[in-house]
């Protein structure tokens, strides 16, 4: 098949291409990496020469954090828009749109306004389509994935309040296969939220990650809310990720049911491990079938 990739450089993105490409599909891949500034895609007729021939549109860009040129509005919601009207003009059914756990009714950020906006706009259109929300995603090389593993390694465990901040993790691997299944399933115009089979609270998930890399079980250090608003506040300038609203939405702390995802995809959630921790997706998926 031959298949747009929007954000084939990110986490996602390269998880993703390395099994579709192991599977023999054709990827074109578009990023600032491959010379592409999405949040410039704003009219449908910029995404035309991008459509020939291609069967499959799959929308894994997206930013965490605002920053210079860079918005949620134009990146999140209007290029996207622009890109779906435009496969709906060049006639590609099927469009996969990664969105995130929480852009849903509960949304109140800008980030998950700003995917719940694109998400609304592509489930109203005549099109195969799947909006995919996923939980907090771990696995080799991912950036949020790897904060945490930092996080995990400090001497004392640095947790906001009491730590008890829901989360439901799921590897990279789990993301990619469902990805792959949408290519191909009859079940279009289905939104699914991706999570991990059990709700783990943050402190513990954290232990979880220190005791994988090797390091004994840590003290943990219990931070006001309001530092850590205020130290997110300050390193802001440091890392994207560093937002007082990424830290209102880790402890607002979303949850779902992983009972309609599990049922597409066939299977439950992959269990943490060690092991998977340290592996991307091809890794984690050589145990478990061929894709095709
Ligand atoms: N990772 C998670 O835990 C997680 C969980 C839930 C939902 N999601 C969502 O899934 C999507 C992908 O996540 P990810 O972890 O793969 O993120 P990532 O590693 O940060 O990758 C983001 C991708 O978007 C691209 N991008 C950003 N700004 C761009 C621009 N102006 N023009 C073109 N491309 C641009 C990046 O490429 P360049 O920098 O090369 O341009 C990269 O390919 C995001 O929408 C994210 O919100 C992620």
């Not at 991008?50 to 919601?77: D, K, M, P």
């Amino acid at each position: 098949m031959k298949i747009l990739l929007i954000g084939a450089s990110g986490f996602i993105g390269r998880n993703l291409s390395g099994v579709l490409r192991q599977a023999g599909h054709d990827i074109v891949p578009v990023s600032r990496h491959h010379g592409v500034d999405v949040s410039l895609m704003r009219r449908s007729e910029q995404w035309l020469p991008w459509l020939r021939g291609v069967e499959v549109v799959i929308n894994a860009v997206g930013i965490i954090g605002e920053s210079g040129g860079q918005g949620f509005a134009a990146l999140h919601t209007e290029a996207p828009v622009a890109l779906f009207d435009a496969c709906l003009a060049a006639g590609v059914r099927r469009v996969i749109q990664i969105s995130a756990l929480g852009a849903d009714t509960r949304a109140a950020s800008a980030y998950h306004l700003s995917k719940r906006a694109a998400d609304d706009y592509l489930r109203s259109l005549d099109l195969d389509w799947w909006v995919l929300r996923p939980a907090l995603i771990y696995g080799r090389g991912g950036a949020s994935s790897e904060m945490f593993q930092r996080l995990a390694r400090l001497p004392i465990v640095p947790v906001i309040g009491d730590g008890r901040q829901p989360l439901q993790p799921v590897h990279i691997a789990d993301v990619v296969a469902t990805i792959v299944a949408c290519m191909t399933s009859e079940q279009a115009r289905t939104t699914l939220d991706i999570v991990g089979n059990e709700v783990v609270e943050y402190a513990h998930w954290l232990q979880r990650l220190r005791l994988a890399q090797g390091y004994r079980q840590g003290g943990v250090l219990h931070l006001p809310l309001w530092l850590v608003l205020l130290g997110a506040w300050a390193g802001q300038v440091f890392s994207p990720m560093l937002r007082t609203e990424n830290i209102r939405m880790l402890v607002t702390g979303y949850r779902a049911s992983p009972n309609s995802w599990n049922a597409f995809l066939g299977r439950r959630a992959l269990d943490f491990s060690p092991a998977l921790l340290r592996a991307n997706a091809v890794e984690a998926l050589s145990g478990q079938g061929s894709v095709s």
